[in-house]
């Protein structure tokens, strides 16, 4: 269920902060979600250690905490300011509980090739859900032109499900220790694989507000949005499903290689529907192609360079999900400086497009300096 309830605190609120404030809008709010969910993992680990309901039950008080928010912002009657720092601020911390409980759990799945065919299947569930949720946004704005009676009715239904279903099973994991992030940033290796998480960090950011500002920018409107990730989705999540059933040996570098090389080209076709809209279409489409597979490979070396280290686990996912979090909160936070400097919304999106085009290398030659211990068959 989380992964259903994510798809509407990314997408979804995004559009509603972009069409709402524009640009600036998107980038002020995934800074405040990031900053909340980095919180929220760090209580997760608390509550694993402390309370006898083990990472399952930790997950489940998360996502009752993420429907309860959407259910609130759709009720109480606030502004549109106060409604975007709930939802980014409570459902961010709502979030980061429930994300630091499954990250615990994956990292304990048993070797690479298990996990890389699970983070596969996760991501064409979570693209499946973006194709559910914009489909429920639209026929909900169809009826009423209140965006915020999706949040109340999609909280009511979430809470409903979570009530009616019983917890799912896991095998026994042992609770996480006392964190130990001094002793960790004490370590060269540490240190060592950090350039891979604050370029992955700084590249998902702006992956996340561009997809959502280029779209909005180009279409105009919630519904129009709510439209192009319908689309988009359903070809990923049908294409996504097929790769999960491939025997994949672990994180693969020439094959995201390959996935990254379609991602440029989805920039590069965004970077002309700013001018010339007709190529919209074409972004949407290799976007929907590449991004799932590029991130279901990135899951994978990213995971597996969180358990790897010579640190606690439990230190080791936590330390690198601040690293993550600084680098997404800094790159937002450069651009967001140059809209305040009165750089035009227009010179922003095409900045923040050659800076995602220009990290794309970056990001396989530090996936490949965290994976060089790999078989060599993973790295030729």
Same mark, same amino acid.
């Given at each position: ?130 194709? &559910? !949720?914009?489909?429920?946004? =639209?026929? @909900? %704005?169809? +009826? /009423? ?6 949040? $109340? &009715? !999609?909280?009511?239904?979430? =809470?409903? @499900? %979570?009530? +009616? /279903? ?6 026994? $994991? ?207």
């Amino acid at each position: 269920m989380f992964i259903a309830l994510d798809v509407f605190f990314t997408g979804l609120v995004g559009a509603y902060a972009f069409s709402t404030a524009g640009v600036i809008g998107v980038l002020a709010f995934i800074p405040v979600q990031q900053v909340s969910t980095s919180a929220g993992h760090l209580l997760s680990n608390t509550l694993m250690r402390r309370c006898a309901a083990g990472p399952l039950g930790v997950q489940r008080w998360g996502v009752a905490g993420l429907a309860s928010c959407l259910l609130l912002a759709g009720t109480l009657p606030l502004d549109t300011k106060m409604l975007l720092a709930l939802l980014s601020s409570a459902g961010g911390l709502s979030r980061g509980v429930t994300y630091g409980s499954r990250l615990w759990m994956e990292a304990h799945l048993q070797s690479a090739q298990v996990r890389q065919q699970y983070l596969s299947l996760v991501e064409a569930s979570s693209t499946l859900f973006k194709v &559910l !949720a914009p489909s429920f946004s =639209l026929v @909900v %704005l169809a +009826l /009423t032109p209140r965006f915020e009676t999706i949040y $109340l &009715l !999609a909280g009511a239904l979430f =809470l409903l @499900v %979570l009530v +009616l /279903t019983r917890p799912g099973r896991w095998e026994s $994991l042992r609770r996480p220790g006392p964190l130990q992030l001094g002793r960790m940033w004490r370590q060269r290796v540490y240190w060592a694989s950090a350039p891979y998480f604050l370029v992955e960090g700084a590249s998902h950011a702006l992956r996340t507000a561009l997809f959502v500002s280029g779209a909005m920018a180009v279409v105009g409107s919630l519904k129009g949005y709510a439209a192009v990730e319908m689309g988009a989705s359903l070809c990923a999540a049908a294409w996504l499903l097929v790769q999960s059933r491939v025997n994949l040996p672990g994180p693969s570098l020439p094959q995201l290689k390959r996935f990254q090389s379609l991602l440029a080209l989805a920039w590069l076709s965004l970077l002309l529907a700013l001018w010339l809209p007709w190529v919209f279409p074409l972004f949407i489409l290799l976007y929907a192609v590449s991004l799932p597979l590029v991130t279901a490979q990135k899951s994978g070396v990213t995971l597996s360079g969180m358990v790897k280290a010579s640190v606690p686990l439990e230190s080791n996912l936590v330390g690198r999900s601040l690293l993550l979090m600084t680098a997404r909160i800094t790159t937002l936070g450069v651009f967001a400086a140059l809209w305040a400097a009165g750089l035009s919304q227009h010179a922003l999106l095409v900045g923040m497009v050659l800076l995602a085009l220009l990290l794309l290398p970056l990001e396989y030659a530090t996936a490949r300096c965290l994976h060089r211990e790999a078989p060599a068959r993973q790295l030729q």
